[in-house]
């Protein structure tokens, strides 16, 4: 109600519940009507969660990466996840239900079996040298045996580690000697991994260090107006400068625009994905809209 959106209730109720939690009695001032609805609606969507991964109802949806001559280079997979009562769940909050229920090792395992799916059905296709890129949260990285689980599930449906890159933020990067080690083993297998929204953390040079990082993804708060912004420019052909010179691909993220595209092409950006070049779908309505580049 009032503006705010599923999610944005979503982000409201969790605020309330932490000031309840370490404001005690003082926070029952809150306690008013958007408050009780956005409790309702944290409350159905932690319990519907579960039935949803069954009945299929939580799918992902896949964004193409293109060169930038317009060449399909891979993709990425995006959960999404339709609540029949409150709409569009973030995938953000899909993740942060399941840590709250207890159900973050399931979802993985959900997200990994789409993923192996869809990798064999676009091996069915031909389409067998395409990359499927997957997102992991810094919580799953932390909390669950992600090594263990990617590679059996990769095992278990026959699909190659060399098909999977895994995406994770600047800071999952920098974390603990126990990340570190299951980055390592995922690495080894042959799993790519690939710096998220690179450059808004507070280490991004430092979270390349080390031998596992294969590419990084420019935040699209950098590709944003990148045609009017000197400073972005600067910042974009530096960070593209960097990856040449340590032999890690880059890709612009969000590019929303044609003066965007071009500015990127000027700059000698190899690879790049957003809105501009195609938004994210259900992998079918990927496969027509890009038939041009594969000839499927
Ligand atoms: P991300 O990995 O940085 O993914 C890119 C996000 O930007 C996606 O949002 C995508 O739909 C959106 N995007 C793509 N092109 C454009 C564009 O041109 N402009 C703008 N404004 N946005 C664009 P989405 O699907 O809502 O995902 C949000 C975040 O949720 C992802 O950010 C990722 O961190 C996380 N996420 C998504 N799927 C999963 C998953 O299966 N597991 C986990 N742990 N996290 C996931
Ligand atoms: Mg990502
Ligand atoms: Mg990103
Ligand atoms: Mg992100």
Same mark, same amino acid.
């Given at each position: 109600?009032?503006?705010?959106?599923?999610?944005?209730?979503?982000?409201?109720?969790?605020?309330?519940?932490?000031?309840?939690?370490?404001?005690?009695?003082?926070?029952?001032?809150?306690?008013?009507?958007?408050?009780?609805?956005?409790?309702?609606?944290?409350?159905?969507?932690?319990?519907?969660?579960?039935?949803?991964?069954?009945?299929?109802?939580?799918?992902?949806?896949?964004?193409?990466?293109?060169?930038?001559? *317009?060449?399909?280079? $891979?993709?990425? %997979?995006? #959960? =999404?996840?339709? !609540?029949? &009562?409150?709409?569009? +769940?973030?995938?953000?909050?899909?993740?942060?239900?399941?840590?709250?229920?207890?159900?973050?090792?399931?979802?993985?395992?959900?997200?990994?079996?789409?993923?192996?799916?869809?990798?064999?059905?676009?091996?069915?296709?031909?389409?067998?040298?395409?990359?499927?890129?997957?997102?992991?949260?810094?919580?799953?990285?932390?909390?669950?045996?992600?090594?263990?689980?990617?590679?059996?599930?990769?095992?278990?449906?026959?699909?190659?580690?060399?098909?999977?890159?895994?995406?994770?933020?600047?800071?999952?990067?920098?974390?603990?000697?126990?990340?570190?080690?299951?980055?390592?083993?995922?690495?080894?297998?042959?799993?790519?991994?690939?710096?998220?929204?690179? *450059?808004?953390?507070? $280490?991004?040079? %430092?979270? #390349? =260090?080390?031998? !596992?990082? &294969?590419?990084?993804? +420019?935040?699209?708060?950098?590709?944003?107006?990148?045609?009017?912004?000197?400073?972005?420019?600067?910042?974009?052909?530096?960070?593209?400068?960097?990856?040449?010179?340590?032999?890690?691909?880059?890709?612009?993220?969000?590019?929303?625009?044609?003066?965007?595209?071009?500015?990127?092409?000027?700059?000698?950006?190899?690879?790049?994905?957003?809105?501009?070049?195609?938004?994210?779908?259900?992998?079918?309505?990927?496969?027509?809209?890009?038939?041009?580049?594969?000839?499927?």
């Amino acid at each position: 109600g009032q503006g705010l959106d599923v999610n944005d209730m979503l982000s409201f109720a969790d605020e309330a519940l932490y000031s309840a939690k370490h404001e005690g009695g003082a926070s029952f001032r809150f306690f008013d009507h958007r408050l009780q609805q956005s409790l309702r609606i944290r409350r159905d969507v932690e319990r519907d969660l579960g039935l949803a991964m069954d009945s299929g109802a939580v799918v992902l949806w896949y964004q193409p990466i293109f060169t930038a001559a *317009g060449q399909l280079h $891979s993709f990425e %997979a995006l #959960l =999404r996840w339709l !609540h029949p &009562r409150h709409g569009w +769940i973030s995938p953000e909050k899909v993740v942060h239900a399941a840590a709250a229920t207890g159900l973050a090792q399931r979802l993985l395992c959900h997200v990994l079996a789409l993923v192996c799916a869809a990798s064999r059905r676009l091996d069915a296709l031909g389409l067998g040298h395409l990359p499927l890129a997957m997102n992991i949260s810094p919580r799953e990285m932390a909390h669950l045996d992600v090594d263990v689980l990617v590679l059996d599930a990769l095992h278990a449906h026959g699909v190659s580690a060399r098909r999977l890159q895994i995406e994770i933020t600047e800071e999952v990067a920098l974390d603990a000697e126990n990340t570190q080690a299951k980055l390592a083993r995922l690495s080894a297998a042959g799993v790519a991994i690939a710096i998220d929204d690179f *450059g808004v953390g507070y $280490s991004s040079l %430092a979270s #390349l =260090r080390g031998e !596992h990082v &294969r590419q990084v993804k +420019i935040d699209r708060s950098f590709v944003f107006g990148l045609h009017e912004s000197q400073d972005n420019r600067l910042l974009v052909g530096t960070i593209l400068q960097m990856g040449r010179s340590l032999g890690i691909d880059v890709v612009a993220e969000g590019v929303e625009r044609e003066e965007e595209l071009a500015a990127l092409r000027a700059l000698h950006c190899p690879l790049m994905q957003g809105y501009h070049l195609c938004r994210p779908a259900p992998l079918d309505d990927i496969l027509q809209r890009t038939q041009m580049q594969t000839g499927v």
